[in-house]
């Protein structure tokens, strides 16, 4: 305000009084901010890595605490609690929308993957049914290869899960002849492929039987569709996509993992293998 007396005039600033909230891990202080009558936003606590953190002004726990213009003060905020988190990576994920409404700690999405922490007191977490445009869902695996469909919260380590993703595939198949007949062979019409590279068949249902523990042995065993004459794949097409010329069995395995990873926006894939003289 001003205050004028004759050709004398007298200013007054007036400076909000600063007050400062203190969060400290035991003795150590992790962050000050200061805060004012003109200031009340309530600040961002500190994170502690590693850590899913309770914090305390006095008794109360601070997400209950309201900064008002009635009751500034120097505040001091302790973590009251800390309990350890482990990570959880899933590859492969799919469709990430399916973990949305999980209430998973510090969810994240990236390059296909799904992220998030777990903790000792939290209940166990069921795994989604995946979903996918481009491809069927399998099933979730742990780094050992086993059926994963609960995460066991009491593991208290880091997991790592991915996603078993199948495409199906039609099989078309040109210029056969004397066709094997001793029960070596078994002609598929249609097979389904999955991205860690092993191939099933439907036994029944929607229930999935392996028949092919990789992509070589399939490659393999379409291969040996001509052993009295020794005739073997030269060519793999796929419908509306590309041709690959095959001259041996690695040929035909790369080209079949191709086929599995095909990101075309289809579950199925058509394809036709030409067979010849090597």
Same mark, same amino acid.
């Given at each position: 305000?001003?205050?004028?007396?004759?050709?004398?005039?007298?200013?007054?600033?007036?400076?909000?009084?600063?007050?400062?909230?203190?969060?400290?891990?035991?003795?150590t202080?992790?962050?000050?901010?200061?805060?004012?009558?003109?200031?009340?936003?309530?600040?961002?606590?500190?994170?502690?890595?590693?850590?899913?953190?309770?914090?305390?002004? *006095?008794?109360?726990?601070?997400?209950?605490?309201?900064?008002?213009?009635?009751?500034?003060?120097?505040?001091?905020?302790?973590?009251?609690?800390?309990?350890?988190?482990?990570?959880?990576?899933?590859?492969?994920?799919?469709d990430?929308?399916?973990?949305?409404?999980?209430?998973?700690?510090?969810?994240?999405t990236?390059?296909?993957?799904?992220?998030?922490?777990?903790?000792?007191?939290?209940?166990?977490?069921?795994?989604?049914? *995946?979903?996918?445009?481009?491809?069927?869902?399998?099933?979730?695996?742990?780094?050992? *290869?086993?059926?994963?469909?609960?995460?066991?919260?009491?593991?208290?380590?880091?997991?790592?899960?991915?996603g078993?993703?199948?495409?199906?595939?039609?099989?078309?198949?040109?210029?056969?002849?004397?066709?094997?007949?001793?029960?070596?062979?078994?002609?598929?019409?249609?097979?389904?492929?999955?991205?860690?590279?092993?191939?099933?068949?439907?036994?029944?249902?929607?229930?999935?039987?392996?028949?092919?523990?990789?992509?070589?042995?399939?490659?393999?065993?379409?291969?040996?569709?001509?052993?009295?004459?020794?005739?073997?794949?030269?060519?793999?097409?796929?419908?509306?996509?590309?041709?690959?010329?095959v001259?041996?069995?690695?040929?035909?395995?790369?080209?079949?993992?191709?086929?599995a990873?095909?990101?075309?926006?289809?579950?199925?894939?058509?394809?036709?293998?030409?067979?010849?003289?090597?």
């Open positions: 305000f001003n205050i004028s007396i004759g050709d004398i005039v007298v200013r007054a600033n007036k400076t909000a009084i600063q007050y400062t909230i203190t969060f400290k891990d035991g003795e202080v992790l962050k000050e901010v200061n805060y004012s009558i003109e200031k009340l936003d309530k600040p961002e606590v500190p994170a502690i890595d590693g850590y899913v953190v309770t914090w305390k002004e *006095g008794t109360t726990n601070w997400d209950d605490v309201t900064l008002s213009a009635d009751n500034l003060r120097n505040i001091t905020v302790t973590v009251a609690s800390k309990v350890q988190t482990y990570s959880v990576t899933i590859n492969n994920a799919g990430a929308s399916v973990f949305e409404n999980l209430g998973l700690r510090d969810y994240a990236a390059d296909g993957n799904v992220t998030f922490v777990y903790t000792a007191e939290d209940s166990s977490i069921t795994l989604p049914t *995946g979903t996918s445009n481009s491809y069927d869902f399998l099933r979730w695996v742990n780094a050992s *290869g086993d059926e994963v469909t609960t995460i066991d919260t009491s593991a208290v380590q880091d997991i790592v899960i991915t078993v993703w199948l495409k199906t595939i039609h099989l078309n198949y040109e210029q056969v002849v004397d066709m094997n007949t001793s029960g070596e062979y078994i002609r598929y019409a249609r097979v389904f492929m999955s991205t860690d590279g092993k191939v099933y068949t439907i036994k029944s249902g929607d229930a999935y039987t392996k028949i092919f523990d990789s992509f070589t042995d399939f490659a393999t065993h379409l291969n040996n569709y001509e052993t009295k004459s020794d005739r073997g794949i030269t060519n793999i097409s796929i419908a509306n996509a590309d041709s690959y010329t001259t041996n069995i690695a040929d035909a395995t790369r080209v079949l993992q191709k086929i990873e095909l990101q075309n926006g289809s579950k199925e894939a058509n394809i036709t293998l030409t067979f010849g003289q090597w």
